[in-house]
């Protein structure tokens, strides 16, 4: 029988008949993993496949990347410039010329008439380094308005906040290695399986060699949880109390590292003053973990040879970010683990290239990490793009979680909105559906026409995405990878660094500043740019990366001049004692007193709204959800809800359900689950018109990033599931 059925179906693998492979980096998540497109002999991308000699991803992809050359041709794609004088218009088609001349003609218009600061730029995690060192130089040097942000606020400001109270700089100081070579790794709310599969791959693969604990602190079971060691269910938004708990009983036991302590930091008295009050009773009370297992944590961190710390959104999403980063920091630093193999503290990174807009974009100083409070590095910059230094804001403008409000207020007339979504993504959606609505001029660039926010847009403009251009992305570890072109820009789509040369060229400013066309002669500025910096790349170019698969900063040329194999250099910063970065060399110990200050579940809103994402959609599903191999996974809003809590409210597995915030509703289906506590739901937010009209949204006041993770809503069943499933059809048509 077995073989006679076997026999019927043998296993068949299509043929795709590539005939080449192109060399490129992964364009979704942060990971940075090596992939190959292949295309058929009519240059169509027909395939993808992980790259073997990769150090990053070792031939491996996940359920993302292994589609991604579907991308190219997927539905809703651009063609052609849109235009419209007025949003309740429709858009006619116009071409590349006409529509460079009515942008650059409405930003004149716009500044002069209200002021430089009245037009507004918010970008992405997702361009080319090359094409986020060329929008900024055009924002900050020609166009000259210091309301410029990105995305990455709603993403690794947070991070990027926490490393420099902490260390001095921006900058992640370990690698992939440290986490397969540590003795001991703590997740806070990190889920690797599903949002950096490739990062948890390597880290399994490690644990089935070398058995060392993994301890989560995330309030659902994740992923992540389920391998863990040890899940510690927090209090949503509390883990700066379970940090300060750690290191509580880290000093009352003596187990802390002095050696370290005294050659590298600061602020050690401070510091053991304020965790003083953080004992593991009165600790556990707040954060929901109990006193053993606190004491029991942070013996095995602090005795471990060399322990890591990792997170991501669990701890940036939260008005309480910027120190929860810092916590981890203060850990890390108490018990001597930053720079040594196995010990460090590292932010997973969100988007492909959220670092390199972080080190290159200007978005919140100039390039390089040069900082627009400082005057040595406005004449730097000034000088090289012949730019008056006076030309430059003395400091950062507003962060994109601000500019939205200041068009609210009528303080900003105009917004160019380059790859990102906020229709979708940010908090209280219905309050950015208003303030959109009340810009003179809304540009949207963005690879899909369909994109929500070009429905209030005047201007939209196609751009070509991912590997129909080229340039480097920088990734978790500081490893700047290359993607090289496979195919040509879909129709009429131009890539985005082609965009800003084209519109530089309509501004008087522009002339005596130089926007070279080809990505490679723009990386040759930034390695320039780079010499002396912490984020040395002078000695890199876009044919070495391609050869080494990618290259971790720093690399000087004096480290291409040696000649030696690449994989000695750039592995980790501050491996040296006193060589952080402020003026002192010494990284400072912050005390972090704790303030709860979040929405939290009440009578009339009785359940935490937890919210995240699924392996197999990315973000506002403009990509995925074309993708018919990963929409198909979920192609429909739902929310995680415990058992326990369905059946107190009569609520059956599948239903429709109505969940109500003080912002707004959305319906969404119910799946039972017990990864959730009874009190709390998890929503992903990869839906339109869904979990982002619940959310608050409160701000970090350092890092200006919305707690995404903490606000509170109700559940009303819905008698008529027919008509709930077409609401609920409706909000998810593309
Ligand atoms: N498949 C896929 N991968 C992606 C992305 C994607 O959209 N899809 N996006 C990329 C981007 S831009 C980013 S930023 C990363 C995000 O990667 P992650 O941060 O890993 O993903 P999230 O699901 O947003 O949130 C992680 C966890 O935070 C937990 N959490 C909630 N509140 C708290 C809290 O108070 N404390 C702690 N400790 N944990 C809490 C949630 O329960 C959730 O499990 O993923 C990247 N990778
Ligand atoms: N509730 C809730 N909300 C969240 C989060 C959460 O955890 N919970 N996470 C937040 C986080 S961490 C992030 S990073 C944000 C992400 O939020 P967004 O950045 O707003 O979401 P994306 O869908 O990634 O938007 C990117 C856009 O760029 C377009 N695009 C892709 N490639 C290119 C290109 O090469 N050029 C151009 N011009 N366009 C391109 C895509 O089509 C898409 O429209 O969402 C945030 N929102
Ligand atoms: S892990 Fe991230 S970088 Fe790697 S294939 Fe998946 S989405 Fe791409
Ligand atoms: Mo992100």
Redesign the pocket.
Same mark, same amino acid.
Not at 424 to 427: C, I, V
Not at 618 to 623: I, W
């Given at each position: 029988m077995l073989f006679g059925r076997n026999k019927k179906n043998p296993i068949k693998i299509a043929d795709k008949e590539v005939v080449k492979w192109t060399y490129s980096t992964c364009?979704y998540c942060s990971t940075g993993c090596s992939i190959e497109v292949g295309t058929d002999a009519n240059g169509k991308p027909v395939s993808s496949r992980g790259v073997g000699g990769a150090d990053v991803n070792r031939g491996k992809l996940c359920v993302k990347g292994i589609f991604e050359h579907e991308l190219f041709e997927s539905s809703g794609r651009g063609n052609n410039p849109l235009i419209r004088e007025d949003i309740s218009q429709g858009y006619r088609e116009t071409d590349w010329d006409s529509a460079m001349d009515h942008m650059a003609s409405e930003i004149s218009r716009i500044q002069e008439t209200y002021g430089r600061d009245s037009f507004a730029v918010v970008s992405?995690?997702? /361009?080319?380094t090359e094409?986020f060192y060329t929008l900024g130089k055009l924002t900050r040097g020609v166009i000259g308005t210091n309301n410029y942000d990105g +995305?990455?606020t /709603?993403?690794?400001a947070s991070a990027v906040s926490g490393y420099k109270r902490s260390f001095g700089s921006d900058g992640p100081p370990g690698c992939y290695e440290d986490l397969e070579q540590t003795d001991c790794l703590i997740a806070w709310g990190s889920n690797l399986p599903e949002q950096h599969p490739i990062i948890y791959w390597r880290i399994k693969e490690a644990r089935e060699h070398r058995d060392f604990p993994l301890i989560v602190v995330d309030p659902r079971v994740t992923m992540l949880a389920q391998q863990a060691d040890m899940h510690l269910a927090i209090t949503p938004g509390t883990d700066v109390v379970l940090q300060n708990a750690l290191i509580h009983v880290i000093l009352d036991e003596g187990l802390e590292d002095r050696e370290y302590i005294n050659a590298n930091t600061v602020g050690f008295e401070q510091l053991e003053m304020e965790v003083a009050k953080y004992d593991p009773v009165t600790a556990s009370k707040i954060c929901g973990i109990d006193e053993d297992t606190i004491r029991n944590v942070a013996r095995i961190y602090a005795k471990a040879g060399a322990a890591s710390s990792i997170w991501t959104?669990g701890i940036?999403?939260s008005t309480h970010g910027s120190d929860g980063v810092v916590g981890v920091n203060n850990l890390n630093l108490v018990t001597g683990n930053i720079g040594k193999p196995g010990g460090t503290s590292l932010s997973i990174t969100?988007?492909c290239n959220?670092m390199g807009t972080r080190e290159w974009s200007s978005c919140s100083g100039l390039p390089g990490y040069r900082a627009l409070e400082n005057p040595d590095d406005r004449a730097e910059i000034g000088e090289f793009w012949n730019v008056d230094p006076e030309f430059f804001p003395k400091k950062r403008g507003l962060a994109q979680t601000d500019i939205f409000p200041a068009i609210e207020l009528g303080e900003i007339k105009g917004l160019w909105l380059? *790859?990102? +979504?906020?229709m979708?993504?940010?908090?209280n959606t219905a309050r950015i559906r208003k303030t959109l609505e009340k810009l003179d001029f809304l540009v949207v660039?963005?690879? =899909?026409a369909d994109?929500e926010?070009t429905q209030y847009a005047h201007l939209y /403009?196609p *751009?070509?995405?991912?590997a129909?251009?080229e340039g480097v992305f920088t990734n978790t570890e500081r490893r700047v990878n290359i993607t090289r072109q496979v195919t040509q820009p879909h129709g009429n789509s131009k890539?985005?660094l082609a965009?800003f040369n084209e519109l530089s060229k309509r501004f008087k400013q522009a002339e005596k500043v130089k926007f070279p066309e080809k990505p490679a002669q723009v990386f040759e500025e930034m390695t320039h740019l780079s010499k002396g910096r912490l984020v040395d790349i002078s000695g890199m170019s876009h044919d070495l990366i391609e050869e080494n698969r990618g290259i971790q900063w720093p690399y000087t040329s004096d480290d291409a001049a040696t000649g030696e194999p690449i994989k000695a250099g750039g592995k980790r910063l501050y491996t040296e004692p006193g060589t952080f970065r402020y003026a002192d060399g010494m990284a400072k110990l912050i005390p972090l007193p704790f303030i709860d200050n979040n929405e939290v579940p009440d009578d009339r809103f009785p359940f935490w709204l937890n919210?995240? #994402?699924l392996v197999e959609h &990315?973000?506002? #599903?403009?990509?995925t959800g074309k993708v018919g191999n990963n929409n198909k996974y979920s192609p429909i809003p739902f929310m995680e809800l415990n058992p326990d809590a369905a059946d107190e409210l009569g609520i059956r597995s599948q239903e429709y359900v109505r969940l109500v915030s003080k912002r707004g509703d959305a319906i969404v289906m119910a799946q039972l689950t017990h990864r959730v506590p009874k009190n709390m739901i998890f929503?992903p &937010?990869h839906f339109h018109d869904c979990? +982002?009209r619940l959310?608050l949204?409160l701000l970090d006041p350092h890092s200006r990033q919305?707690a =995404?993770?903490q606000s509170s809503v109700r559940l009303e069943k819905l008698e008529d599931q027919k008509a709930a499933a077409v609401m609920s059809m409706e909000r998810r048509e593309f």
């Open positions: 364009g992405t995690g997702q /361009l080319m094409e +995305n990455t /709603l993403c690794m959104m940036n999403q969100g988007q959220a380059v *790859a990102t +979504n906020p979708t993504s940010m908090p660039q963005d690879s =899909y994109v926010t /403009l *751009a070509a995405t991912w129909e251009k890539s985005d965009i919210t995240g #994402r &990315f973000h506002t #599903r403009t990509k929503v &937010f979990v +982002n959310t949204g919305p =995404y993770k």
